[in-house]
Each structure stands twice: as structure tokens, then as C-alpha cells.
Nanobody, 125 residues
């Protein structure tokens, strides 16, 4: 069992930056691939970024490439999402998720086994 708690969301102006954190409980954190997803009001949940258990491989949605960076610290059981050059269209609830298949930086939310409760990110124009 893995429990995930996101933090770091908030209100920021366009062009600004935020860093989201996702703290995981459980000793098996380092075995999981981790992902970030987001969901805007009235829309489906969409992939943002993912990282394998070792951190060697990452995967990004085209809409965030070059602006967002996913990373992890297995000693702290934490995964991060650094978000730069934020745009109003980045506004959403951001969720982190854990994937048993640790070597797969998957983009399909159906591949993930555990989810956090989400943190709101609002980007004003």
C-alpha cells in the first residue's frame, strides 16, 4: 500500500513558477514509477510527466516539454514537478500517481495503481 500526498499548488501569474511535491508513505516507494497528471474542470484527467523508479527515464506531455521537469528523491520518498513559464492553460488540479511497473514511465492513467488527492494550480493571465 502506498499513500501519496501532494503539496505546493497555489495561485501564480502567467510566466511564473511553482514546484509541486508528492510525499509517499511505504517502504516500496523506490520500486515504483511515478507520474503527474492534471485535470481541468469539466475535462478528463491528462498525463503531464512520469519518471521511472531509478530516475533514469522520464516522459513528458508535448504541452509541457521544455517547461516542466519531473524528478525524484528516493531517500525522501518524494517526487517533484518543477513548473516554469506557466500559462493559464496549465490551470488544473494536479495529481501524483504510483505505478507498480517501476521501469515504465507510462502516460496512461490506467497503468497507475495509487493516486493522491490532488493540489490545485491556478495560473492567472
Amino acid at each position: 500500500q502506498v499513500q501519496l500526498v501532494e503539496s505546493g499548488g497555489g495561485l501564480v501569474q502567467a510566466g511564473g513558477s511553482l514546484r509541486l511535491s508528492c510525499a509517499a508513505s511505504g517502504r516500496a516507494f523506490s520500486r515504483y514509477a511515478m507520474g503527474w497528471f492534471r485535470q481541468a474542470p469539466g475535462k478528463e484527467r491528462k498525463f503531464v510527466a512520469a519518471i521511472t523508479w531509478s530516475g533514469d527515464n522520464t516522459n513528458y506531455a508535448d504541452s509541457v516539454k521544455g517547461r516542466f521537469t519531473i524528478s525524484r528523491d528516493n531517500a525522501k520518498n518524494t517526487v517533484y514537478l518543477q513548473m516554469n513559464s506557466l500559462k493559464p492553460e496549465d490551470t488544473a488540479v494536479y495529481y501524483c500517481a504510483a505505478n507498480f511497473r517501476g521501469s515504465h514511465a507510462d502516460y496512461d492513467p490506467g497503468d497507475y495503481d495509487y493516486w493522491g488527492q490532488g493540489t490545485q494550480v491556478t495560473v492567472s493571465s
